[in-house]
């Protein structure tokens, strides 16, 4: 059965959990109870005790196994509360902080973050001196935010010019604007006038944004669950087919698919669906060597193209 690293990871977590209420489990035993194979289960052994509430060496899972039993000696050292360290103290400070400062935060939420901001200050102690010495600021997308906040709150239309890398152009469009949220980067949903549809918009590739005085009216439309990630490719979607080297195994990590197929090179060939295959292009790009897409044929022969032309570029004027 092909597995990535999600899915690895979350199998592990149980893992852990399995093994502290069992000690001295046999390996056939939960090879058996997490449905993989033993030398899989010995693989996710060979991890554990790389993985802990820290780097530090006391921090980490003590596992090993003799072949036939699992055994966890330090599960009660693992299990006691946690403390944030000095790094990890400052890191949060820093980013709490820097948070607080953006354009458009409602002043109801900048207000509660500063209050968890104290109190982590309190319970970090000398730790959160280092903290006052570094800051953090927003700058390219935090007017946008504070436009697209505030258009979504007086239900007024947006005016955008939006750069999107699948045509590599810039576009001007109206759009009313439904909801702001995070995967990653900062979006907005919102049914754009000039197609007619809903639309996503990355915050960071709109280049100009103007509020307008027509209202926003948006159709009633049921809010996608982004629980399963910002793209959901749905079974009417175009196919795609694209072969890796071993250096783009990443791709099947980052990208949904119905198939990951091993080849003799140590590579995969991943089927996929996307409602925009032309998006793929710039993957084919950045894969380089390590990929090519496959099918369909017109996709890939503009994708090569692309590499044609990318490769032209600098053999040009310096």
């Known amino acids: 059965m092909a597995t990535n690293a999600i899915d690895q990871t979350r199998r592990m977590l149980s893992l852990v959990t399995y093994l502290r209420e069992r000690p001295g489990a ?141 045509r590599d152009e810039l576009t001007e469009r109206e759009v009313d604007p439904i909801r702001l949220f995070a995967v990653g980067h900062t979006y907005m949903e919102a049914w754009c006038r000039l197609s007619e549809d809903r639309r996503t918009f990355r915050l960071d590739r709109v280049a100009e944004i103007r509020l307008l005085d027509e209202p926003s009216a948006p159709p009633e439309l049921e809010l996608r669950d982004l629980s399963e990630g910002l793209v959901q490719p749905a079974a009417e979607d175009p196919e795609v087919v694209i072969e890796v080297g071993p250096g783009g195994r990443w791709v099947a990590e980052y990208y949904p698919h119905d198939s990951a197929e091993e080849l003799a090179d140590g590579g995969l060939r991943i089927t996929l669906r996307t409602p925009d295959p032309a998006s793929l292009r710039r993957l084919a790009l950045r894969l380089g060597g390590e990929g090519r897409i496959v099918a369909p044929q017109d996709l890939a022969r503009s994708a090569q193209s692309a590499a044609r032309a990318a490769l032209a570029a600098y053999d040009g004027p310096a």
């Open 26 to 166: 046999h390996v056939q035993d939960v090879a058996r109870a997490f449905g993989i194979t033993e030398d899989e289960l010995i693989s996710d052994l060979d991890v554990l005790p790389m993985c802990g509430t820290s780097f530090r060496g006391g921090d980490l899972l003590d596992i090993d196994t003799d072949g036939d039993r699992i055994w966890w000696h330090n599960p009660d050292d693992v299990a006691e509360p946690l403390r944030f360290a000095a790094d990890e103290s400052t890191a949060l400070l820093v980013a709490a902080r820097a948070v607080a400062t953006l354009p458009g935060l409602r002043e109801s939420d900048r207000q509660a973050l500063l209050r968890a901001t104290a109190k982590l200050e309190t319970a970090a102690g000398e730790a959160a001196a280092a903290s006052s010495r570094l800051s953090v600021t927003f700058e390219s997308e935090g007017g946008v935010f504070a436009d697209v906040d505030r258009a979504i709150s007086e239900r007024r239309r947006l005016w955008l010019r939006y750069y999107s890398p699948a």
